[in-house]
């Protein structure tokens, strides 16, 4: 596979992250050859990647029949699990760490679903895998929920790296930029560096033109005019994220920020997520072409990453790009004909993408269980 296109990315100044880990590929030296192979910049990884890469797969079960013989939780064998990959991982990359001083070499760790909802609990456990991975270059998913906002302030604050993950709207990019700039401004009025703080908020993409194109899809059948259904059809996401970037511009070439800049501090760049395309009559490489952009993060699933090695057209700042066209077909939701509240829209798909983490989450809980009992019962192997 050729990097080439990959390449050209990096030099319109976006990084690629791969949205995918498991051991086997840190044990085998997979994971060290893609970072030259497709130019990988970082990982993003979420208990639904951690439940693929454990279920069935044998390379865990050493480490699952230990975690059994020293009494420990289902709970407590997953964090043993994951921690360990993530701290592997961290290694790996902390040469492109030490490179970009910072800026890229990121791995991905997420709280538990389950603590969405929960300020306090979700800053105890981004503390708590924090200081378990002890790697300079992990970063802490936190929920962009409001809850999760101050979780995110305070952990900023306190020097812990954060990817706001599960961000729709607009509004709410916005609250974890200002949630990031506010907790470096508590470290500024602690006396504290904010050379040495790295974040990013994940906005996503496809789950987006997922849900709003069956609605529009509804709104054909009851009768809505074709030719202004399929102008929206399919552009909600990239469009939505094109005004997401306008809103990231504004906030960091504010005032406010250039004083945090002026003391060394980092943007937090926008990560664009969910990029795979679920629609196969859209291009499999659509939520990257459109969404080339500075300073910006485009985490990519391995199948979407191949995709584009093989016939992505790479081109320079597309993400400025009919940015008018745009607002737009924003605003074409609001059509008589096709009233999609947007607001509500977004707010179902946070809920919904807490919802997705907690699923698999469990699922793996309950495999470890099995597997755990399966080594209580015949110690000399674990079923797999």
Known sequence: MSNDNLQKLAEYGQSIWMDNLNRSAIESGELKSQIESLNLRGITSNPSIFEKAIIGNQVYDGDIRAGVEAEKSPEQIYESLIFEDIRNACDIFRPIYDETNGKDGYISIEVSPHLARNMKDTLAEARRFNNAVDRPNVMIKIPGTLEGFAAIEQAIAE???????????????????WAYIRGLENRVRNGQPVDNIASVASFFLSRIDSKVDDALDKRLEAGADAELVNSIKGKVAIANAKIAYQAYEEIFGSDRWQALADKGASPQRLLWASTSTKNPDYSDVMYVEELVADNTVNTIPPSTLEAFADHGQPQADTIHRNVKGAYQVIEHLNHPDIQINLDSVMAELIEEGI???????????SSIEEKTKAVSETPEQVAS
């Open 159 to 177: 020097g812990i790296n954060v990817n706001v993950t599960l961000l729709f709207a607009v509004e709410d990019y916005q609250q974890a930029a």
């Open 355 to 365: 919802d997705k983490f907690i699923q698999p989450y469990e699922s793996l809980m």
